[in-house]
């Protein structure tokens, strides 16, 4: 075994010898997890070594991504032997029983799983949800106006907001407020997989020779069991309870029925009920959180740039004026918006400093041979903060988006790399399909509070208080999201209040439609 082991170790060592890399400890290198502050190591290394570096996290050899050509060679160009996922025995494999497609080795299970997401993500269906996300809006400026006494209740509408609107079309189930069972359950399932799924959250998992003892020793295998026994009762309960609506015929409309209605052809390509209902659950993960963080954190930057608000209020004054809303027809023509949006996307990915890929077979960049059994990261801490690419990139500045028109996957599908936004929504055969609704949910959320509000800096006895943009604001790890903080929402004027309470009330009366059918504002089929 001590052979072996040697002989591995040594070819992934004499392979990655062309690559320049920081310093490190001998056979695990930086460690066998990430070192705290981990971005700001990453742009720091990626300045000191270039386009590419390697670095060892525990067993594994990393290649760290630093330009857009090499995310394109390396990550696109070579995406059917650089798609896949480091095994990860405790993870994966346990917590998530194998179902879970952001840890999921790239294979025939993996596309199966991803031609069912692929149903709801196409174009056509995501102009669906517009109906949705604009009622969501009004109900997020109604509780804007009404409970954000304390400073901090904005923070959990921002949430509520994104969380209705992927539940409600994927499960039919409106989350009228927070305190929502199926929200509580949707926090401590995120909470539980971001725990299990960082570097280093289990040695198994970085150190994959341990995987040879039996199970029963496994450092950790008993969180690990309690960890799938939460999660998997959170993604089947959401299953069953459409299931039963479903055989009573009084199923919502939503993405969920589709898949029941269709399940048998999904039974053919080798799913079963638990993999739909993983697929169903993971929607409402990545939909929830990832548009929740962007949202708090554009208010937390906002909150601490006048000159950005203003200008994008004028924005909204010369396209929408003072007397209605926008709606998500203005979009096209509020660059500036859209700019805001994608300048907190490239500041605060939801992933730093990347999302990581994995090496299924040896792969060549330049003169360089990148071995099986590497992990890949496109190292956003850089792509997003390279000073040859963006202008005083760690300050807040939408201008430098007012050309990009397109939405993000738009500029992903581009032959020139360089002609990317940014990379938060992953890319090759790894992009999150579900850009363009997030950006839909985003751009609709942020027109609609700065036409109404003015968002300031908490009163802290008596005294306007500064906004910390600090690395402090966010929790030391792999998941940018803001920590809670204080922020007031002041109405423009009076009567643009008063809107803000009629639409709501004119829209708890009136309901709306949910893919192309007229529901109440609980979701029930109106007739």
């Known amino acids: 075994m001590d052979e072996v082991l040697s002989i591995y170790q040594g070819h992934r060592i004499v392979v990655l010898a062309t690559l320049a890399g920081p310093?490190?400890?001998?056979?695990?290198?930086?460690?066998?997890?990430?070192?705290?502050?981990?971005?700001?190591?990453?742009?720091q290394w990626a300045v000191e070594y270039g386009d590419i570096f390697k670095i060892r996290v525990g067993w594994y050899n990393w290649v760290v991504i630093n330009t857009p050509e090499a995310v394109r060679e390396i990550l696109e160009k070579q995406a059917v032997n650089t798609s896949s996922k480091a095994p990860s025995p405790m993870g994966h494999d346990i917590v998530t029983g194998g179902k879970r497609m952001p840890t999921m080795p790239y294979g025939p299970h993996w596309r199966a799983q991803r031609s069912v997401v692929r149903q709801v993500t196409t174009v056509p269906m995501t102009a669906t949800f517009v109906p949705s996300q604009e009622f969501e809006a009004k109900q997020l400026l109604f509780d804007l106006a009404t409970d954000n006494e304390n400073q901090r209740n904005f923070y959990q509408h921002m949430r509520r907001y994104a969380f209705s609107i992927i539940m409600t079309n994927t499960f039919g189930?409106?989350?009228?407020?927070?305190?929502?069972?199926?929200?509580?359950?949707?926090?401590?399932?995120?909470?539980i997989l971001r725990r299990t799924s960082r570097p280093g959250a289990f040695l198994v998992d970085e150190l994959p020779f341990l995987a040879r003892?039996?199970?029963?020793?496994?450092?950790?295998?008993k969180e690990a069991q309690e960890a799938a026994r939460e999660v998997l009762d959170i993604?089947?309960?959401?299953?069953?309870?459409?299931?039963?609506?479903?055989?009573?015929?009084?199923?919502?409309?939503?993405?969920?029925?589709?898949?029941?209605?269709?399940?048998?052809?999904?039974?053919?390509?080798?799913?079963?009920?638990?993999?739909l209902a993983w697929v169903a659950g993971g929607l409402v993960e990545a939909g929830f959180e990832t548009s929740?963080?962007?949202?708090?954190?554009?208010?937390?930057?906002?909150?601490?740039?006048q000159r950005v608000q203003n200008k994008a209020h004028e924005e909204l004054m010369c396209v929408v004026g003072p007397d209605r809303p926008p709606t998500f027809d203005d979009m096209p023509n509020l660059?500036?918006?859209?700019?805001?949006v994608k300048e907190i996307l490239r500041m605060n990915p939801i992933l730093a400093p990347g999302i990581r890929h994995y090496a299924a077979q040896d792969v060549v960049y330049k003169n360089h041979v990148i071995p099986k059994g590497?992990?890949?990261?496109?190292?956003?801490?850089?792509?997003?903060?390279?000073?040859?690419r963006f202008e005083k990139p760690f300050e807040f500045m939408p201008?430098?988006?007012?050309?990009?028109?397109?939405?993000?996957?738009?500029?992903?599908?581009?032959?020139?790399?360089?002609?990317?936004?940014?990379?938060?929504?992953?890319?090759?055969?790894?992009?999150?399909?579900?850009?363009?609704?997030?950006?839909?949910?985003?751009?609709?959320?942020?027109?609609?509070?700065?036409?109404?509000?003015?968002?300031?800096?908490?009163?802290?006895?008596?005294?306007?208080?500064?906004?910390?943009?600090?690395?402090?604001?966010?929790?030391?790890?792999?998941?940018?999201?803001?920590?809670?903080?204080?922020?007031?929402?002041?109405?423009?004027?009076?009567?643009?209040?008063?809107?803000?309470?009629?639409q709501w009330q004119i829209a708890t009366q009136e309901g709306y439609e949910l893919r192309g059918v007229a529901v109440d504002i609980d979701g029930i089929v109106q007739y």
């Open 374 to 388: 590497t992990v890949l990261l496109a190292n956003t801490a850089f792509l997003h903060y390279d000073p040859q």
């Open 23 to 43: 310093m490190a400890y001998p056979l695990i290198g930086v460690g066998y997890k990430l070192p705290p502050r981990a971005p700001a190591l990453f742009r």
């Open 399 to 502: 201008e430098r988006y007012l050309k990009h028109t397109l939405y993000s996957s738009e500029y992903a599908a581009m032959s020139d790399p360089y002609k990317r936004d940014h990379f938060t929504f992953s890319t090759g055969r790894r992009t999150c399909p579900g850009a363009r609704l997030a950006e839909n949910s985003l751009n609709i959320a942020l027109c609609n509070i700065l036409w109404a509000f003015e968002i300031r800096p908490p009163i802290v006895e008596g005294v306007e208080t500064e906004m910390d943009l600090s690395d402090n604001a966010y929790p030391d790890g792999a998941f940018t999201i803001p920590r809670p903080f204080a922020a007031r929402f002041l109405p423009r004027s009076e009567e643009r209040l008063q809107i803000v309470k009629k």
């Open 173 to 191: 189930t409106r989350i009228k407020n927070w305190d929502h069972p199926d929200a509580q359950n949707a926090v401590r399932s995120q909470a």
């Open 235 to 275: 993604k089947m309960g959401l299953w069953r309870r459409l299931e039963k609506q479903f055989e009573t015929g009084k199923a919502p409309h939503c993405f969920a029925r589709r898949i029941i209605e269709s399940k048998d052809a999904w039974y053919a390509q080798g799913l079963n009920q638990e993999d």
């Open 292 to 305: 929740a963080a962007t949202l708090n954190s554009l208010v937390l930057h906002l909150a601490a740039n």
């Open 335 to 340: 660059p500036y918006i859209r700019a805001c």
């Open 213 to 221: 003892l039996p199970k029963w020793l496994w450092p950790g295998r």
